[in-house]
């Protein structure tokens, strides 16, 4: 029978290396190496996400990642210090300001790319 209880998401880098080094020393994720060479993300919430070296990579075209955070221009400020770019769009696609912080249409988000140019995220969650 069909069961979504352990269901988990993965993507594909071109190299698995710099993928470890980015999402555990960059971003400060806990990152686990599996029995098979691939990477696992752990997460706060109990979820993880699987990254694989596909030597065709081509980078995801739509965010393959979201992290909410409280505070939007805190996180920018601390993922820039990081080294992290967060304007990868021009205006004419998403208009973002100087910091790459969309603030109309819905939640203030900024996007990101990891070495292997997928896209992530930061986007403010709403108060609970």
Do not use: C
């Not at 806990?30 to 993880?48: A, K, R």
């Not at 070495?115 to 995220?121: F, K, T």
């Amino acid at each position: 029978m069909f069961d979504a209880t352990s269901a988990y998401s993965g993507f594909s880098v071109d190299d698995i290396d710099a993928a470890r080094a980015f999402y555990r020393d960059t971003l400060g994720l806990e990152v686990v190496e599996d029995e098979m060479g691939f990477l696992e993300l752990l997460l706060e919430s109990g979820g993880h996400v699987l990254v694989y070296a596909k030597p065709n990579h081509q980078p995801a075209t739509f965010t393959i990642l979201n992290f909410p955070v409280a505070d939007i221009e805190s996180a920018v400020d601390d993922l820039n210090s990081r080294g992290v770019v967060t304007k990868i769009y021009d205006d004419a696609e998403f208009p973002t300001d100087s910091r790459g912080i969309m603030r109309e249409g819905g939640p203030l988000i900024a996007w990101f790319r990891d070495p292997a140019g997928n896209v992530l995220s930061v986007l403010q969650a709403e108060e609970q």
